[in-house]
């Protein structure tokens, strides 16, 4: 796996990072096995590592439209013969009501039905001021990954067909009292594989200034990332505010 990490490693400056966020970029998959999180997770090619980033929002949504039964009684009772006289009655009145020049019209019985398709979004802001040389390269290099992996890949096969790009996922790593990395779900909200719908990169954010080393690389990069989820976000049903995918469900059933 290529680590890419700002500040780079063995910088003076990289223990003074409490909170990261880990990006993890692998090969875009059909099958369910390779959907879920810890798949591309253990089989990235990139890991991208930053300071926790000054923006990070999770958009929570789902879709909703007006349907069910034009007789909503029936389904509340069960009841299938008043049902059927109430559908009655309402065609009698309704017909009465047009030949006398009257406004009757069907009572509204429909209610909001999730309506399929809708997917969590992430979109990040980072902002990363190099302070040498060294973290200047890797703040570039960093923008230049995000960058590339937006767009497809050129097929070998045939000048008609062009590989999808990487899936991604992402998750925020606090450094123990020793060190080590230990995963915290409450900092990156539980976020399922995506994939990169949007790098928005500014080389000049300071003062709207681009100050530069010596060989001319910024010292300043503000990217700003528009994650999509692949699948849609489920309840795994156990009462723990776990969210899984529709892969993950399939393969730990």
């Known amino acids: 796996m290529n680590i890419i990490q700002f500040p780079p490693r063995n910088d003076p400056f990289e223990k003074d990072i409490p909170v990261w966020m880990s990006f993890y970029c692998a090969n875009y998959s059909t099958f369910s096995r390779n959907r879920t999180r810890d798949h591309v997770i253990n089989s990235a090619y990139n890991n991208i590592l930053i300071p926790y980033p000054q923006e990070h929002n999770t958009l929570n949504s789902q879709n909703y439209e007006a349907g069910g039964s034009l007789n909503k009684r029936v389904i509340e009772t069960g009841n299938l013969g008043q049902m059927a006289s109430a559908q009655f009655d309402a065609f009698f009145e309704t017909a009465n009501s047009m030949f006398t020049g009257g406004g009757v019209v069907r009572f509204d019985h429909f209610e909001s039905i999730l309506k399929p398709g809708a997917r969590r979004t992430h979109t990040f802001n980072i902002l990363m001021i190099a302070k040498n040389a060294a973290q200047a390269e890797a703040a570039n290099n960093i923008a230049l990954n995000f960058q590339t992996n937006v767009f497809p890949i050129v097929s070998s096969g045939s000048i008609l067909t062009m590989i999808h790009p990487p899936l991604w996922c992402f998750k925020a790593i606090v450094v123990g009292s020793n060190n080590d990395f230990l995963t915290q779900s409450y900092w ?43 699948e849609p976000a489920l309840q795994d049903g156990s009462g723990n505010l776990n969210i899984i995918s529709r892969s993950e469900r399939l393969n730990n059933s």
């Open 188 to 230: 990156d909200g539980q976020p399922l594989v995506s994939v990169l719908q949007k790098v928005d990169i500014n080389r000049s954010p300071i003062l709207n200034a681009p100050f530069v080393t010596s060989d001319f690389k910024p010292l300043a990069i503000n990217i700003k990332l528009g994650f999509i989820e692949l």
